[in-house]
């Protein structure tokens, strides 16, 4: 029984799989079990900043699991205040506490719990509790009943309602939407600094501003999902700071990036006052209010600082707004008639495939058609919505890599105009 045979008797089908095995990385590059090499600008969809099997990750991961790989977070585990310190001092910026989870589902499903009990000690004028989450459309925060409850786009719903009551869908950008819905019940607004699956649409910067002044006008909280454009992707270490440094949001998610490609999330909850007497935001968060079994676990936390640590230490998230730009302007000097624009923020890049200019088969968008012609070709991209091509190199891509990417872009995209 070979691989797909093996998936069909006993994977339940729950992705459009791709008929290929990848069996081995190194760097930017991947190789299947046929042999064949892809230069990966997909990397996990926004996971391996450092590529694959960095062998600084590499070493850590493997000198901790000789060590302890998992223990009860019933007891105190260094590794993860050791992670917690760096995450709050070298990358929010701002005085809070983290709490560790597995995914960014569960990450942003934890922000949502926080908003929720924000709303109980924070209640309605009649005392009832306040607990709408204002998002948008085109948006994703995942794929759990709560995730997907706030995630802005129907088709990842059909047939698992009733959706978790209390979230309502904005138009993104749109500042005078959202004033004209904040209602007695409204507790908080979440929003992604750059909608990734939504299409690769960054939010403006007055927008953002925007939407923390009605924060405070209102005393909402200012929620960010950065599980895909944290930590470095984006141009600065915070998605939300390359947009606008100056906004100070209330609670943060990430993943994916945050271990390189080892299983964690996360959510930062600030240590703001929230009644004017001293009482922190993050104490809401008590004893028994949330909870994970592996989450912050030794080998996770050890192999998440190491990850942080380098992109840090070696300025990556600068590196991923030379690499953008670079990417950017080779794609818009091809001058390609299929290339609508090229969007995005740092290392978080869209390219829009204009609408009707290739025949595609059933069941398949025209961003999937340019991708399976990417792959074919030897570039791993990976669809954004029916029209746009994303590309995720890592965060420590070579120009040489960059240019070699290029050159199979502009090849594919004259091979199908």
């Not at 190789?31 to 990750?57: E, Q």
């Not at 676990?297 to 030379?322: D, G, Y």
Request: charged share 20%; proline share 6%; net charge negative.
């Amino acid at each position: 029984m070979n691989i797909a045979e093996k998936f069909e008797h006993y994977v339940l089908p729950t992705y459009g799989r791709i008929p290929i095995s990848m069996v081995r990385g190194e760097g930017a590059r991947l190789w299947d079990s046929t042999g064949k090499c892809y230069l990966d600008f997909c990397m996990g969809i926004a996971t391996c900043s450092l590529g694959h099997c960095n062998p600084i990750v590499t070493e850590a991961l493997q000198k901790q699991a000789a060590t302890l790989v998992h223990c009860s977070n019933l007891y105190f585990i260094p590794q993860q205040a050791d992670l917690a310190e760096f995450i709050v001092t070298r990358c929010v910026e701002l005085p809070g506490k983290v709490f560790f989870s597995n995914s960014g589902a569960e990450s942003n499903d934890g922000m949502i719990k926080v908003a929720r009990r924000y709303g109980h000690r924070k209640p309605q004028a009649n005392g009832e509790p306040r607990y709408e989450v204002l998002t948008f459309n085109q948006s994703f925060h995942g794929r759990t009943l709560g995730s997907m409850a706030a995630t802005g786009q129907d088709k990842i719903k059909a047939e698992f309602d009733p959706m978790l009551h209390g979230f309502r869908h904005l138009p993104f950008n749109d500042l005078e939407a959202v004033k004209a819905a904040i209602a007695p019940e409204t507790v908080a607004i979440m929003l992604e600094p750059v909608q990734g699956e939504g299409g690769v649409n960054p939010c403006t910067p007055e927008f953002l501003r925007g939407l923390s002044d009605l924060c405070k006008q209102h005393d909402l909280l200012l929620m960010i999902d950065e599980v895909q454009c944290g930590f470095g992707r984006c141009g600065d270490m915070m998605g939300w700071r390359a947009v606008a440094p100056e906004v100070k949001p209330d609670v943060i998610s990430w993943a994916k990036a945050l271990g390189g490609g080892f299983p964690i999330g996360g959510f930062w909850v600030s240590d703001r006052s929230m009644n004017g007497q001293g009482t922190e935001l993050s104490s809401i968060m008590g004893p028994g209010s949330h909870g994970s079994t592996y989450g912050g676990n030794p080998l996770a936390s050890t192999v998440a600082l190491t990850v942080l640590r380098e992109i840090h230490s070696n300025h990556l998230p600068k590196r991923a707004q030379q690499v953008g730009e670079r990417i950017k302007n080779g794609v818009m000097e091809m001058n390609s008639p299929l290339v609508s624009g090229v969007r995005g923020l740092g290392a978080l890049i869209g390219i829009g495939i204009k609408p009707d200019m290739l025949e595609i088969q059933e069941g398949a968008t025209i961003a999937s058609t340019v991708v399976d012609a990417l792959r074919d070709g030897g570039l791993l991209a990976v669809p954004a919505g029916p029209e746009t091509v994303r590309l995720l190199p890592p965060l420590n891509v070579t120009d040489d890599e960059v240019d070699q990417a290029l050159v199979l872009i502009k090849r594919v995209l004259k091979s199908l105009s």
